[in-house]
């Protein structure tokens, strides 16, 4: 009798403990969102990470690492990432996120890596470029774009793949060597063997064709969405410190089976016990000070 009401005392434990806690943390890491679109002008797609099926993408939509995001023709995407960093896709570009990590309280582990596979874009810097020597950079057709907090543009023009400054600095490298563009300045790449001529100043005409290619048809509109956005980024951002905490580089990994194994989070402390199921895999979870589980 005594065995059977220890069973059910644990087994209530359990759902209203850390199954509980599974739960809700579930819930409030939000999945990974990175980012949210706030604007759709045409027809756009994303391949959602690791599937190959792609979803009609439209304004409020969410961005997670490693989607896949297609401006079709005639076409422009605007995506608002969680640190405010803005990135415009024009017609005919694809674009995924290879890394992203932000956290709006600790910026020294904060970086952000980006590919964009065909096309032109604009960025514009948010808060993870803004740290002393940020670790961001965007991968193109010709060469890779270190960021150092700024608004760039990239794609091509003329027969070459250009990229301009407007605010800040970058640096522009590929196989063949690497070059500093400072604002106000563009270079022009072939490929990624040829080295980046030196940075010079662009035309008028260049400059009013590169607007041409990112600009909205309600600008006004957009930036006021953006700016209506902010309360929920906040939330979003919270709930991606809480993500990467638990499921980010340095945080607890979560087993697909088996026995649950414990280790220290990010601040190698207080480790939790979390498991996708309390029951699901190797029954019990693993009681921590207790060999094999609970003594039953």
């Given at each position: 009798m005594v065995r059977y009401l220890?069973?059910?005392?644990?087994a209530a434990f359990l759902l209203s403990g850390p199954a509980a806690?599974?739960?809700?943390?579930?819930?409030?890491?939000?999945?990974g969102i990175i980012g949210t679109v706030m604007e759709v002008?045409?027809?756009?797609?994303?391949?959602?990470?690791?599937?190959?099926?792609?979803?009609?993408?439209?304004?409020?939509?969410?961005?997670?690492?490693?989607?896949?995001?297609?401006?079709?023709?005639?076409?422009?995407?605007?995506?608002?990432?969680?640190?405010?960093?803005?990135?415009?896709?024009?017609e005919s570009t694809k674009m995924t996120v290879d890394e992203y990590v932000f956290d709006p309280d600790n910026a020294r582990g904060n970086k952000a890596s980006y590919s964009v596979l065909s096309g032109t874009f604009q960025y514009v810097s948010g808060l993870i470029a803004k740290k002393k020597d940020p670790d961001v950079n965007i991968d193109t057709p010709v060469g890779t774009i270190g960021i150092r907090?700024?608004?760039?543009?990239?794609?091509?023009?003329?027969?070459?793949?250009?990229?301009?400054?407007e605010e800040g600095a970058v640096s522009v490298k590929n196989d063949g060597g690497q070059v500093l563009v400072n604002k106000g300045e563009g270079t022009s790449l072939k490929n990624r063997k040829t080295a980046p001529p030196k940075a010079a100043p662009w035309p008028q005409e260049q400059l009013q064709f590169i607007s041409s290619t990112i600009l909205l048809a309600d600008e006004a509109g957009v930036l006021?969405?953006?700016?209506?956005?902010?309360?929920?980024?906040?939330?979003?951002?919270?709930?991606?410190?809480?993500?990467?905490?638990?499921?980010?580089?340095?945080?607890?990994?979560?087993?697909?089976?088996?026995d649950l194994k414990i280790g220290p989070g990010k601040e190698g402390k207080n480790g939790r016990i979390r498991k996708p199921s309390p029951f699901g895999g190797g029954g019990f979870p693993h009681a921590p000070g207790v060999p094999g589980g609970f003594p039953f």
């Open positions: 220890l069973i059910a005392a644990v806690a599974f739960a809700a943390d579930e819930q409030q890491d939000g999945e002008e045409g027809k756009a797609t994303v391949t959602p990470a690791g599937e190959k099926t792609t979803k009609a993408l439209a304004v409020k939509d969410s961005i997670h690492m490693k989607d896949v995001i297609t401006a079709g023709a005639k076409s422009r995407v605007l995506i608002l990432f969680i640190d405010n960093t803005q990135f415009r896709l024009s907090g700024t608004k760039l543009w990239g794609g091509t023009i003329k027969d070459s793949y250009g990229v301009h400054v006021q969405r953006i700016t209506g956005f902010q309360g929920q980024q906040k939330l979003l951002q919270g709930q991606f410190k809480h993500f990467l905490k638990f499921k980010g580089p340095g945080g607890i990994k979560l087993p697909s089976g088996g």
